[in-house]
C-alpha cells in the first residue's frame, strides 16, 4: 500500500519522503518495535522500477526520497554546499509510528516536531500507534500524566482518511470475525458492517448494519449485531 501511494504522489509531480522511525530510548534500553525491524532497508532495497529504461526511471532519489521522524528528517528547498538546487519533500509518509515502554522512548515528541516542520504539507501516517506508554515500572508521576495528556492531544489532531478493521469477540482471538469497521475516504462515514454465513457453507456477506460521522463504540456495534 506504501509502494501505491508513493507512486500517485509522484506522478502527481509530488516530492514523497517515506520515514521509519529509528531506535528509541536511552542506554541498554534503546531499541526499535519489533514490526518496524527491517522495514526502513526493505522499503530502500524494494523494486521500485526507477532505473534506466524502467517504468518509473529516476523516480527514487529525485522525487521519492527515504528517512526517519524527527524534524531533521524535513528537506526544505535550499541551495547545498557544492551550490546544487536542493528542492523540498512535499509530502510525508511515515509508516506504523508507535512509542514504545518508557518515558524516553515515546515517539510522539519528535513527530510533532517533525510535523510542525513540515508546516503546511500533508504528513500521512500508515497503520499509527500514538498511545502513549507507561514507563516500565507502569508508573507516572503528575508531571508525566499532564504531558501525556497533552501527547493525547496532539495523536487526536490526526484526520483519519481510511480505516479497515475486522471486529472479534472481545480478547486477544482473532476468531471468528463478527464483522468490520471502514472509512472508506474523507468524506464518507464510519460504517460497521456485520458478518453474515451464507446456508450451507455458501460464503460469507458483510451488512451495513452502523453508520456515523464518528467511529462507533464498541457497546453500540454489538447492540447493533444484537438487532
Not at 78 to 104: C, L, N, R, W
Not at 120 to 126: E, K
Not at 198 to 207: A, K, L, R, T, W
Request: aromatic share 8%.
Amino acid at each position: 500500500m506504501t509502494r501505491t501511494i508513493a507512486i500517485k504522489l509522484v506522478e502527481q509531480n509530488l516530492r514523497v519522503r517515506i520515514c521509519v522511525q529509528g531506535s528509541m530510548g536511552v542506554g541498554i534500553f534503546t531499541g526499535l518495535p519489533k514490526q518496524l525491524n527491517g522495514v526502513s532497508k526493505l522499503l530502500q532495497m524494494m523494486d521500485w522500477q526507477s532505473e534506466v529504461g524502467e517504468e518509473n526511471e529516476g523516480m527514487v532519489g529525485k522525487y521519492l526520497n527515504f528517512g526517519g521522524i524527527g524534524k531533521e528528517h524535513v528537506v526544505n528547498a535550499h541551495t547545498a554546499e557544492d551550490g546544487t538546487k536542493v528542492e523540498q519533500d512535499d509530502v510525508f509518509i511515515i509508516i506504523a509510528p508507535q512509542s514504545m515502554v518508557g518515558v524516553d522512548s515515546s515517539i510522539i515528541p519528535a513527530l510533532s516536531e517533525m510535523v510542525e516542520a513540515a508546516g503546511d504539507r500533508p504528513v500521512i501516517l500508515i497503520n499509527p500507534d500514538l498511545t502513549d506508554k507507561v514507563s516500565s515500572q507502569g508508573q507516572q508521576n503528575a508531571a508525566n500524566r499532564l504531558t501525556c495528556l497533552r501527547l493525547a492531544d496532539f495523536a487526536n489532531s490526526f484526520d483519519p482518511i481510511f480505516h479497515f478493521q475486522n471486529i472479534y469477540v472481545s480478547g486477544t482471538s482473532y476468531f471468528p470475525i463478527l464483522g468490520a469497521m471502514t472509512k472508506l475516504s474523507p468524506l464518507e462515514p464510519w460504517i460497521a458492517h456485520q458478518r453474515r454465513d451464507f446456508v450451507d457453507n455458501g460464503g460469507e456477506v458483510y451488512i451495513p448494519v452502523l453508520a456515523g460521522e464518528e467511529m462507533p463504540k464498541g457497546e453500540d456495534v454489538l447492540k447493533a449485531f444484537e438487532g
